[in-house]
């Protein structure tokens, strides 16, 4: 079984939409958690950490799911620039383990 | 502050030749990272080192080996391409050390696009 799961979309969606990306997690005792961008050809880059109170940053929102080992990612108000695959990233001791990523492609 | 710089950018290579991939950080980061990313396949990591004369074997070590020169630098060296080694490789580095307990992220340099003809 892999150690983080995500629906590799793509997931198509209209300017303005509100999208949500989920994805689970084998090791229960991962310590962090995390959501990164990466651009076609690019390197990831860190999007935001998730915390179990959950956590919002301006149109992105964020969930921890402890007890179901769950991520999720809300983006509401889905700008053409959104358009990248989403990371979901799981932190155990330092070693970092990576969904495949989910393909958002926001359409005019 | 450049963060995490890689080079060479680019780089081509025939079955068989040998080459090296360098990587470094200027943030004084103790864990250093290579992966390597293949479509539809996510970041597989291939070593990892958690400070300066560690390493150790990520998921995908076969083929390679690796140098942690000192604090900053984290080399990747490929003594035979074979064209499975094609790829995109990325390095990246976290403040924590590697096999501790951690909320750290990781920061990762541009990446190198191999290809083995």
């Known amino acids: 079984r892999k150690e983080v799961e995500q629906d590799p979309g793509p997931f198509n969606v209209p300017e303005g939409a509100t999208v949500a990306f989920n994805c689970t997690y084998s090791?229960?005792?991962?310590?962090?958690f995390f959501w990164y961008r990466q651009d076609c050809r690019k390197e990831p880059k860190l999007l935001m950490s998730v915390y179990s109170s959950g956590n919002e940053d301006g149109r992105f929102t964020a969930q921890l799911n402890r007890a179901s080992q769950y991520i999720s990612l809300l983006i509401r108000d889905s700008k053409l620039s959104d358009s990248a695959t989403y990371l979901c990233v799981v932190n155990n001791f330092n070693k970092f383990y990576f969904g495949s990523g989910t393909k958002l492609n926001v359409k005019p | 502050n450049a963060g995490v710089t890689q080079t060479p950018k680019f780089q081509v290579l025939k079955t068989g030749q040998s080459m090296t991939l360098q990587c470094a950080q200027d943030m004084n980061h103790n864990s250093m990272y290579w992966y390597r990313q293949d479509p539809g396949m996510g970041l597989r990591l291939i070593y990892y080192?958690?400070?300066?004369?560690?390493?150790d074997k990520g998921e995908v070590p076969n083929g390679y080996n690796v140098s942690r020169l000192n604090k900053r630098e984290f080399s990747l060296r490929l003594e035979s391409a074979a064209p499975s080694q094609t790829s995109v490789y990325f390095c990246a580095s976290s403040r924590g050390l590697a096999g501790a307990s951690s909320t750290d992220t990781q920061y990762f340099g541009p990446g190198t696009r191999l290809t083995v003809l």
């Open positions: 090791n229960s005792a991962s310590q962090s």
């Open positions: 080192s958690a400070s300066e004369g560690t390493t």
